[in-house]
């Protein structure tokens, strides 16, 4: 009788050993395989295959006008980068024009690469592979960072970024840990405060081995959902394919001043658990009662499983943003908003009662020269677009001073009401009444029926793994808001003439001939 007992005991723990296996080891395993062998013409093909489908694609497209891997039936987007607006050569780069020099960067990252392997080799329980300085030489993270100057984040035209996005959706992870931020919040936050830290936020530091690093931010609302009326902009949610979206809009306007960002479905046992060593990150992991596994944000106020984000069971799509050089060696400078907005429930900024207040920005430095004014007025445009009200501050590399770009950093509160346009975000352009006068051009272009701006963000965002990113009402949105924009700009230019709205930025580089501009004909 016991013998009989042993052997369904024995049966039983195999079994169990078998199906743990089978749903968190094997299964996994041909998901990924399957996803990477799909034939491209299936309905969410991945880019290696639609590369290797179409290798005219890496060729096809004029050289300096991007080379998204786009199909033959990908029209708009396609004609879009071959037009005369998206070829206009960017000035001859000089001594100091890049951010980094290769020496450098290579030297600090092989020395972070050795430092992360010596912490890794005392820590037996972690799995994963080393960091490797000799793959990151290679790595198309080393050539997007030496391909930042003083005029973009990256090219038009460099096939690097392509492969880079590739990279942020299936590359294997070494380790995950909490943000920088969050670690400085170390789980403390003040409950009474009305806009809540960075840390309220779940999101993720994901390294990779080639010692690339990235931000995770999982899906927090699902894409058909509005933002609630009722909802304020500094307490509402973000969302993950509003960083994708914004990526994507970001590099059709021509700004490329968001970093590469891609969609992701992260397998939060194996690639989130397993390879932290972050005590408190492990803390927050559990189990629903749906058998799914979750975890959420350590902060005082968020920490618990109501604020959780789950798997299904133990898969969760969510953004991964590139990071940025290190700060050691690329230094940023965090500023203000100008057009900042009140984070309170009943203070307004004097931006918002005070109609002339851009006159008193034009005689502050460094906004009275240069073009950071014009930097200003190209975001809030960018974050008109995508409906984002919460830019407070923004960033910008200390190297290239104040003429430097605009970082488009944290677009993850955009695309939250495709039914709503806030006027009140493009109080910069409003009440300055000046724009560029390629950032004009462009904007005119994408309002043609040729070049219309849902058409080629529809396609643009088929590139990404989590397609459809945005849903048709957002898509719509975008051209309704495009028309919005070009309005205020003409109204600007009856008030006061084209001479003193729009600044001349390109010169000779266009002929204006050659692009009928409704505004610029006033």
């Known amino acids: 009788m016991w013998g009989a007992r042993s052997r369904f005991l024995i049966v039983l723990l195999l079994s169990t050993a078998f199906t743990v296996d089978l749903l968190f080891n094997i299964l996994p395993k041909l998901h990924q395989r399957s996803v990477r062998t799909r034939c491209p013409c299936e309905e969410f093909p991945n880019r290696s295959a639609a ?6 694609n890496r060729s096809g497209a004029p050289a300096d006008s991007g080379r998204w891997s786009l199909s033959p039936t990908l029209s708009k987007l396609r004609k879009l980068l071959s037009h005369p607006l998206y070829r206009v050569q960017s000035p001859s780069r ?13 030297k600090y990252y092989n020395y972070k690469a050795k430092r992360a392997n010596r912490k890794r080799a005392r820590t037996e329980t972690l799995t994963g592979a080393r960091y490797s300085s000799r793959v990151y030489l290679t790595s198309n993270w080393l050539k997007f960072h030496l391909a930042i100057d003083r005029y973009a984040l990256y090219p038009r035209s ?12 299936v590359l294997g992870i070494t380790e995950a840990d909490y943000t920088y931020d969050g670690k400085d919040l170390n789980g403390k936050c003040n409950c009474k405060e009305v806009v809540k830290p960075s840390g309220v936020h779940l999101k993720l530091l994901l390294k990779f081995q080639n010692f690339g690093k990235a931000m995770f ?11 609630p ?9 973000q969302r993950h394919n509003a960083e994708i979206a914004a990526f994507h809009l970001d590099r059709i306007l021509d700004f490329r001043r968001v970093p590469p960002v891609a969609g992701r479905k992260i397998n939060l046992s194996k690639e989130i658990q397993a390879l932290t060593r972050n005590e408190e990150l492990l803390s927050t992991f559990f189990i629903s009662p749906e058998n799914n596994v979750c975890f959420f944000s350590k902060c005082l106020y968020s920490c618990k499983t109501e604020y959780a984000v789950c798997g299904n069971p133990y898969l969760l799509e969510g953004s991964v943003s590139a990071f940025l050089p290190d700060l050691y060696i690329a230094q940023r400078e965090l500023i203000a908003n100008p057009w900042s907005r009140s ?4 203070d307004k900024e004097e931006w918002e009662t005070n109609p002339n207040y851009c006159e008193k920005i034009k005689r502050t430095p460094p906004y009275n020269m240069g073009s950071r004014l014009l930097n200003v007025i190209d975001m809030a445009i960018f974050d008109f677009l995508t409906g984002n009200m919460d830019r407070h501050h923004f960033e910008v590399f200390t190297k290239f001073g104040n003429d430097g770009y605009l970082i488009h950093f944290d677009n993850a509160r955009g695309f939250g009401k495709h039914s709503h346009d806030e006027l009140s975000i493009l109080a910069p352009l409003t009440q300055c009444c000046r724009i560029k006068k390629s950032t004009l051009l462009r904007l005119e272009l994408l309002s043609q029926p040729d070049y219309r701006l849902s058409d080629v963000m529809r396609e643009s965002l088929l590139l990404d793994a989590l397609r459809p990113v945005l849903t048709e009402p957002h898509l719509l949105a975008l051209d309704r808001r495009l028309l919005a924009i070009l309005k205020a700009v003409q109204e600007c230019v009856h008030q006061h003439g084209a001479a003193d709205v729009i600044n001349d930025d390109v010169g000779d580089a266009f002929d204006i001939m050659d692009f009928n501009s409704s505004v610029l004909a006033r």
């Open 51 to 56: 590369l290797r489908a179409n290798p005219a």
């Open 94 to 106: 000089g001594r100091g024009d890049h951010l980094l020099k290769q020496d450098d960067a290579v």
């Open 158 to 169: 460099e096939p690097f970024l392509d492969l880079l996005l590739e990279e942020l959706a």
């Open 217 to 227: 931010k999982p899906m927090r609302q699902k894409r058909e959902e509005e933002t």
């Open 229 to 237: 009326g009722d909802v304020f902009y500094f307490v509402d949610i």
């Open 343 to 346: 984070y309170t429930f009943v």
